[in-house]
């Protein structure tokens, strides 16, 4: 008798052993930035809108503070000058000093600023002259640190001037929107800072020019805090800004309040 049995087939069928069946399979290679964990781009999306938003808002919130403690000396940042006459904007800081000093907020004006190439005279020069001629604030307390073609540069050098005198305290007096930054590098080199900025001028005319300055003034704040650098931008030292001559301040300084 004959018995007959089932072979039961291959899993893998009759292939031959050279069937693809027999080939080892290549595993598709994944790019790394599929790895990436979702959580982490969007972190990393979050950081880079945020960021400058925090600092547009720490910049316009200085701008609406009026710092006025008593220090050892009002700070005047530079602004253009025309062949030793102070620019409107210039001025505008040096009549906001010299209020200032007046009320007794501190005993000595500093100007600072270099002078843009070709110029005769010196942003601080000029400043100086204005507040001992116009502003009839004794020479003996006015002093100027003519370096500095930027705010950064300024400030390096007002630091020196602050430890020779042996003051630590200063109110910087510029735009609004350049509070934040000037108090940082102020702050950097050695000097307690406050802020009062000036009320008038080109970068307060219209709510278009207030959000241009902002937002410049961020993009400078995070160059300097993250890169240590400061980002020279246009004003009047390079190019004139057409001021409504109603809003000028006048040759005159005003009369003790």
Same mark, same amino acid.
């Given at each position: 008798?004959?018995?007959?049995?089932?072979?039961?087939?291959?899993?893998?069928?009759?292939?031959?052993?050279?069937?693809?069946?027999?080939?080892?399979?290549?595993?598709?290679?994944?790019?790394?930035?599929?790895?990436?964990?979702?959580?982490?781009?969007?972190?990393?999306?979050?950081?880079?809108?945020?960021?400058?938003?925090?600092?547009?808002?720490?910049?316009?919130?200085?701008?609406?503070?009026?710092?006025?403690?008593?220090?050892?000396?009002?700070?005047?940042?530079?602004?253009?000058?025309?062949?030793?006459?102070?620019?409107?904007?210039?001025?505008?800081?040096?009549?906001?000093?010299?209020?200032?000093?007046?009320?007794?907020?501190? $005993?000595?004006?500093?100007?600072?600023?270099? /002078?843009?190439?070709? *110029? =005769?005279?010196? +942003? &601080?020069? %000029?400043?100086? @002259?204005?507040?001992?001629?116009?502003?009839?604030?004794?020479?003996?307390?006015?002093?100027?640190?003519?370096?500095?073609?930027?705010?950064?540069?300024?400030?390096?050098?007002?630091?020196?001037?602050?430890?020779?005198?042996?003051?630590?305290?200063?109110?910087?007096?510029?735009? $609004?929107?350049?509070?934040?930054?000037?108090? /940082?590098?102020?702050? *950097? =080199?050695?000097? +307690? &800072?406050? %802020?009062?900025? @000036?009320?008038?001028?080109?970068?307060?005319?219209?709510?278009?020019?207030?959000?241009?300055?902002?937002?410049?003034?961020?993009?400078?704040?995070?160059?300097?805090?993250?890169?240590?650098?400061?980002?020279?931008?246009?004003?009047?030292?390079?190019?004139?800004?057409?001021?409504? $001559?109603?809003?000028?301040?006048?040759?005159?300084?005003?009369?003790?309040?």
């Amino acid at each position: 008798m004959t018995l007959e049995v089932e072979v039961p087939e291959s899993e893998t069928g009759d292939r031959g052993a050279d069937g693809p069946a027999d080939r080892p399979r290549k595993r598709r290679k994944r790019s790394p930035w599929v790895r990436i964990p979702l959580w982490v781009v969007l972190g990393l999306l979050a950081v880079a809108v945020l960021t400058p938003l925090t600092v547009g808002a720490r910049v316009w919130h200085q701008a609406r503070q009026d710092e006025r403690p008593r220090s050892d000396a009002i700070i005047v940042l530079g602004a253009a000058q025309y062949n030793g006459r102070p620019s409107p904007t210039l001025q505008w800081r040096l009549q906001h000093a010299l209020d200032l000093y007046r009320e007794g907020v501190a $005993p000595a004006i500093v100007t600072v600023g270099g /002078k843009a190439p070709g *110029d =005769n005279y010196t +942003e &601080a020069g %000029a400043g100086r @002259t204005w507040l001992i001629e116009k502003g009839g604030v004794p020479a003996a307390e006015v002093f100027a640190v003519p370096v500095g073609r930027d705010t950064l540069g300024s400030m390096e050098a007002l630091g020196k001037e602050f430890d020779r005198h042996q003051w630590s305290s200063g109110v910087i007096v510029t735009d $609004p929107w350049h509070g934040l930054r000037s108090k /940082k590098m102020a702050e *950097d =080199n050695g000097i +307690e &800072a406050a %802020a009062s900025p @000036t009320r008038s001028g080109p970068s307060v005319q219209t709510r278009e020019t207030q959000l241009q300055y902002i937002a410049r003034e961020t993009g400078g704040y995070l160059s300097y805090v993250l890169l240590g650098k400061s980002v020279q931008v246009p004003d009047e030292t390079i190019r004139r800004i057409n001021i409504d $001559p109603s809003r000028s301040p006048s040759s005159d300084p005003q009369p003790t309040r």
